[in-house]
């Protein structure tokens, strides 16, 4: 069964601004993995944030992590018609942790 | 180039004709698993091996078989390919598990299967 679920399901924004996309999930992880997908190509990893962080920061991306509320945050700050993609989060499952689950993913479209 | 690869990127098959889609990686990662991608569903995972000759059943398994004889290579095999088994794979690997999937997944370019 599907773990993550992303929201919204598709965003459009201008070139420069700020995309936050969320994810939440279902039972307790380990771990929260975010990934992008050009079109119809592989998943490239972007960052990974374990359950005892909060937040991490790496370039442009800020990712946020309640555990409480089982929810995660991506934010892509000054966007670039190259950050057009889906983004997707992945997470482990404390029970099982060889299985990575991840959600049906948020389509980005940065307008020049 | 650390790299994973698929075999074939692109096939059109019909039903009930056995196929393989192979997958290697030259990163000498332990962890590999496959995940087929279908429009509003995201990635679903089907199979994967956590060492040679250590696999196991992810969501979605019913109608694949896969075997890890080597470290490198984890085959998807569907014996009688039906066409709801339409879909673009993607093979994927990770240096290690330990404990938890901590590990980024490095992922192969993906295999479009069409099965008519």
């Known amino acids: 069964s599907q773990q993550g679920e992303e929201d919204p399901q598709a965003l459009s924004i201008q070139e420069g601004e700020n995309a936050t996309m969320n994810c939440s999930y279902k039972?307790?992880?380990?771990?929260l993995q975010w990934y992008r997908q050009n079109s119809g190509r592989g998943l490239v990893h972007l960052i990974l944030i374990r359950s005892n962080e909060r937040e991490k920061h790496s370039g442009r991306l800020r990712v946020t992590l309640d555990t409480s509320k089982k929810s995660s945050s991506l934010l892509i700050t000054a966007s670039r018609a190259a950050d057009t993609a889906s983004y997707f989060c992945a997470t482990d499952d404390r029970s099982n942790d060889y299985k990575l689950s991840f959600g049906a993913g948020t389509t980005v479209t940065v307008r020049a | 180039e650390a790299q994973v690869t698929q075999n074939p990127r692109y096939l059109i098959t019909v039903t009930g004709k056995k196929l393989t889609v192979t997958c290697s990686q030259n990163m000498n990662h332990e962890y590999m698993s496959w995940y087929r991608q279908d429009p509003g569903l995201g990635l679903r995972q089907i199979y994967y091996s956590m060492n040679v000759e250590v696999t196991d059943k992810g969501d979605v398994p019913e109608g694949y078989k896969v075997s890890r004889k080597e470290k490198r290579n984890f085959p998807l095999i569907l014996e009688s390919p039906s066409p709801n088994q339409t879909s673009l794979y993607f093979c994927?690997?990770?240096?290690?598990?330990?404990?938890?999937?901590?590990?980024?997944?490095?992922f192969g370019p993906g295999t479009r299967l069409t099965v008519l």
């Open positions: 994927a690997s990770s240096l290690s598990i330990g404990t938890s999937l901590s590990d980024t997944q490095y």
């Open positions: 039972t307790s992880i380990n771990n």
